[in-house]
């Protein structure tokens, strides 16, 4: 049983130290130019064809002092679970229902890589 038992920690083990794939970058750039560019733009600076007809604009995501105000696991919940889960405007679309976590991560991933 105890040889058993150290076989399964190390095992458990094994499986925690596996390298964690970095999310894709161009992959998110290519699913944020599909769902978010309307919006906020192909660079992210809130300035798509359809910001000007909101209230309130889209957000700058590039801007470096937003950037530094937020985390990542906060962009992640806005893009999936949209604006209003997170006190922000209802006019923010949830994607979470067409997205996969590795979409998340990646399109985290180019969010963060906006940063002027």
């Given at each position: 049983?105890?040889?058993?038992?150290?076989a399964?920690?190390?095992?458990?083990?094994?499986?925690l130290?596996q390298p964690v794939?970095?999310?894709?970058v161009?992959?998110?750039?290519?699913?944020?130019?599909?769902?978010?560019?309307?919006?906020?733009?192909?660079?992210?600076k809130?300035?798509g064809?359809?910001?000007?007809?909101?209230?309130?604009?889209?957000?700058?995501?590039?801007?470096?002092?937003w950037?530094?105000?937020?985390d990542?696991?906060?962009?992640?919940?806005?893009?999936?679970?949209?604006?209003?889960?997170?006190?922000?405007s209802?006019i923010?679309?949830?994607?979470?229902?067409a997205?996969?976590?590795?979409?998340?991560?990646?399109?985290?991933?180019?969010?963060?890589?906006l940063?002027?």
């Amino acid at each position: 049983m105890r040889v058993l038992l150290t076989a399964v920690v190390l095992s458990a083990g094994a499986m925690l130290a596996q390298p964690v794939p970095a999310a894709d970058v161009a992959a998110g750039e290519t699913k944020f130019k599909q769902l978010c560019g309307t919006c906020h733009g192909p660079t992210g600076k809130g300035d798509g064809p359809a910001s000007a007809a909101l209230n309130p604009q889209p957000r700058d995501l590039s801007s470096a002092e937003w950037q530094n105000e937020v985390d990542d696991a906060h962009i992640r919940t806005v893009i999936a679970d949209g604006g209003a889960a997170v006190g922000l405007s209802p006019i923010m679309t949830a994607f979470g229902h067409a997205l996969s976590d590795e979409d998340l991560d990646n399109l985290v991933a180019y969010i963060r890589s906006l940063d002027d």
